[in-house]
């Protein structure tokens, strides 16, 4: 996935939030998404998680370099055995998305990116307003899209609620939230059937890939 990106323009739509649309060629965004169909293989595949208060999650998801369930991580995926590791492909694409939306890379001492999860949305997929909190580490999450367009809901810190702001996510962004966004609530409240680019690889539904640094103890 050598020159994976060509040039977009970063619009800020918090502090520490930026979109940088068109972010992925479309040979890239075809190339992960090969990539997303074997770790979709993996241990314990595609799985829809069931929520504290005994709902279903309508998105699938699979996890890489720990396994992220409601809402904690673990070393082991529940049934399949250890979780598969975090490809070095997505690390390098995290630290490059951050230079791009932020204009400067990570500092050195930096937790390294070891944990992403993959989610599926199909037509009826929808991802309530949820902060990413389990991480220690307050460096800034690195999502792409693939896919199907999305509606993604931007919030504040300290409610699920207003004020927010709704942005639409195409194949091929990136959106990096860090600094005061870091732990800011956000979620999809719906999706665009139908609107993915064949070309992407992608007949139907969207890909999300959500790649994070933990900040917990390295596996041994």
Known sequence: MSEPLFEAGAVTVAPGAVHVPGWLDIRSQRELVERCR??????????????????????????????????????????????????????????????????APLPGNAPDYDVALINYYGAEARMGMHQDREEPADVPVVSLSLGDTCVFRFGNTETRGRPYTDIELRSGDLFVFGGPSRRAYHGVPRTRPGSTDPDCGLASGRLNITIRATGLAPFP
Request: aromatic share 10%.
């Open 38 to 103: 074997e770790w979709a293989g993996g241990p314990g595949g595609m799985r829809r998680h069931r929520t504290p208060r005994g709902g279903t999650m309508s998105v699938q998801m699979t996890a890489l370099g720990w396994y992220w369930e409601p809402y904690r991580y673990s070393r082991e995926v529940p049934g399949a055995g250890p979780v598969a590791p975090f490809p070095r492909l997505l690390g390098d694409l995290a630290r490059a998305g951050v230079r791009e939306a932020c204009g």
